[in-house]
C-alpha cells in the first residue's frame, strides 16, 4: 500500500517547467512517483489552472516541486504560480520539497533558486522539506549515469515518505572539462541537424 499509516500521506507532484508536458521534469516526476511509497498525483502549472491547483495543495501533506533552472533563477512561469499561491492561502499547507536540475555539471549552480524557494516557504509559513540537486542537465538521463540519479532519488522519495527531510544532490561523474567537451559535441551535431552550423549557434542574436 502506498500510504504512510494516516491519511495525510499523500503528494502532489507539481511540474513547473515552462515547458512541461515535454519536459526533462516530467521525467524527474516520473521517476519519483515509481520511488515513493505513498499516494501520489502528478499535476503541470499551467496558465490557465493556478487557482485549481492552489484549491488542491490542502489535501496533500507533501508537494513536490520539480522545474529546472534558468538563469540561475526559478523559470517566470513558475514565479507566476507561486505569486498566486501567496493570494490564495491553502486551510492545511503541506510541506514543500524540490527536485530541480540544471545543464552545468556542478548541482550547486541551482542553489539560488533553492534558496528562493525556502524563503517563500517560510515567509509564507510552508514547512519545507527534501531538496534533490541534479546537475548535467539531460545528459545524466540519456546516459548509463542514469543509475546515479536513480539511487538519489530512491533516498529522496525515502526522507518525504519517513518525513526525515534532507538535501541530496547528483550529476554525471566526470570532469568539467570532459563535460564540456562532450555538451559541446552534442550541440553542435544537434545544429547540423537542424542546419545550423557551430559558429551560428555562437552569436548572441535568437532569431
Same mark, same amino acid.
Given at each position: 500500500?502506498?500510504?504512510?499509516?494516516?491519511?495525510?500521506?499523500? =503528494?502532489? @507532484?507539481?511540474? %513547473?517547467?515552462?515547458?512541461?508536458?515535454?519536459?526533462?521534469?516530467?521525467?524527474?516526476?516520473?521517476?519519483?512517483?515509481?520511488?515513493?511509497? $505513498?499516494?501520489?498525483?502528478?499535476?503541470?502549472?499551467?496558465?490557465?489552472?493556478?487557482?485549481? *491547483?492552489?484549491?488542491?495543495?490542502?489535501?496533500?501533506?507533501?508537494?513536490?516541486?520539480?522545474?529546472?533552472?534558468? +538563469?540561475? !533563477?526559478?523559470?517566470?512561469?513558475?514565479?507566476?504560480?507561486?505569486? +498566486? *499561491?501567496?493570494?490564495? =492561502?491553502?486551510?492545511?499547507?503541506?510541506?514543500? !520539497?524540490? =527536485? @530541480?536540475?540544471?545543464?552545468?555539471?556542478?548541482?550547486?549552480?541551482?542553489? @539560488? +533558486?533553492?534558496?528562493? $524557494?525556502?524563503?517563500?516557504?517560510?515567509?509564507?509559513?510552508?514547512?519545507?522539506?527534501?531538496? *534533490?540537486?541534479?546537475?548535467?542537465?539531460? %545528459?545524466? *538521463?540519456?546516459?548509463?549515469?542514469?543509475?546515479?540519479?536513480? %539511487?538519489?532519488?530512491?533516498?529522496? +522519495?525515502? !526522507? @518525504?515518505?519517513?518525513?526525515?527531510?534532507?538535501?541530496?544532490? =547528483?550529476?554525471?561523474?566526470?570532469?568539467?572539462?570532459?563535460?564540456?567537451?562532450? !555538451?559541446?559535441?552534442?550541440?553542435?551535431?544537434?545544429?547540423?541537424?537542424?542546419?545550423?552550423?557551430?559558429?551560428?549557434?555562437?552569436?548572441?542574436?535568437?532569431?
Amino acid at each position: 500500500s502506498k500510504q504512510r499509516g494516516d491519511s495525510m500521506g499523500k =503528494v502532489m @507532484i507539481i511540474n %513547473a517547467s515552462p515547458r512541461a508536458p515535454k519536459s526533462n521534469s516530467k521525467q524527474y516526476a516520473q521517476l519519483f512517483s515509481e520511488y515513493c511509497r $505513498l499516494d501520489t498525483e502528478y499535476c503541470e502549472v499551467k496558465k490557465s489552472n493556478h487557482l485549481t *491547483l492552489c484549491q488542491m495543495i490542502e489535501n496533500y501533506s507533501d508537494i513536490v516541486f520539480v522545474f529546472p533552472l534558468y +538563469a540561475d !533563477s526559478i523559470p517566470v512561469t513558475f514565479l507566476n504560480f507561486l505569486k +498566486a *499561491l501567496e493570494e490564495n =492561502v491553502p486551510l492545511k499547507k503541506p510541506t514543500i !520539497s524540490v =527536485v @530541480i536540475n540544471c545543464g552545468f555539471i556542478e548541482p550547486y549552480q541551482n542553489d @539560488i +533558486a533553492v534558496k528562493m $524557494l525556502q524563503l517563500f516557504a517560510k515567509k509564507n509559513g510552508y514547512p519545507f522539506g527534501s531538496v *534533490l540537486k541534479i546537475g548535467s542537465g539531460e %545528459a545524466i *538521463l540519456t546516459t548509463p549515469f542514469r543509475i546515479f540519479l536513480k %539511487a538519489r532519488m530512491k533516498k529522496f +522519495a525515502i !526522507s @518525504i515518505e519517513k518525513q526525515k527531510y534532507n538535501n541530496f544532490q =547528483v550529476t554525471m561523474p566526470i570532469s568539467k572539462k570532459m563535460f564540456i567537451k562532450a !555538451s559541446t559535441a552534442y550541440w553542435t551535431n544537434y545544429g547540423k541537424k537542424n542546419g545550423i552550423s557551430k559558429e551560428q549557434m555562437e552569436i548572441m542574436e535568437i532569431e
